[in-house]
Nanobody
Framework: QVQLVESGGGLVQAGGSLRLSCAASGRTFSSYFMGWFRQAPGKERELVAAISRGGGTTFYAGSVKGRFTISRDNAKNTVYLQMNSLKPEDTAVYYC????????????????WGQGTQVTVSS
């Protein structure tokens, strides 16, 4: 069992930055692929970024590539999402999730989810 707790969300103006953190407890953190998803009102949840167990491989959705950076610190059991040049369309609830398999590109491939943190970008 893995417990995930996100933090770092909030209200920011367009063009600003936020850094989300997701602290994990339970089984060995480094065994998991980690992902950040988001869900805007009225929209489906979408994968924003993902990172492999050792951090050597990352994936970004096209809409955030070049603006967001995912990273992890296995010694601290934490995954981060640095979000720069934020846009109003980035407004959503952001979730971190853990995948024990390599199926980290799809929502169904994730085994554990955090409760989410709200990010609101004002124009």
């Amino acid at each position: 069992q893995v417990q995930l707790v996100e933090s770092g969300g909030g209200l920011v103006q367009a063009g600003g930055s936020l850094r989300l953190s997701c602290a994990a407890s339970g089984r060995t953190f480094s065994s998991y692929f980690m992902g950040w998803f988001r869900q805007a009102p009225g929209k489906e949840r979408e994968l924003v970024a993902a990172i492999s167990r050792g951090g050597g491989t990352t994936f970004y959705a096209g809409s955030v590539k070049g603006r967001f950076t995912i990273s992890r610190d296995n010694a601290k059991n934490t995954v981060y999402l640095q979000m720069n040049s934020l846009k109003p369309e980035d407004t959503a609830v952001y979730y971190c999730a853990a995948s024990i398999t390599a199926s980290y590109m799809t929502e169904s491939g994730y085994d554990y989810w955090g409760q989410g943190t709200q990010v609101t970008v004002s124009s």
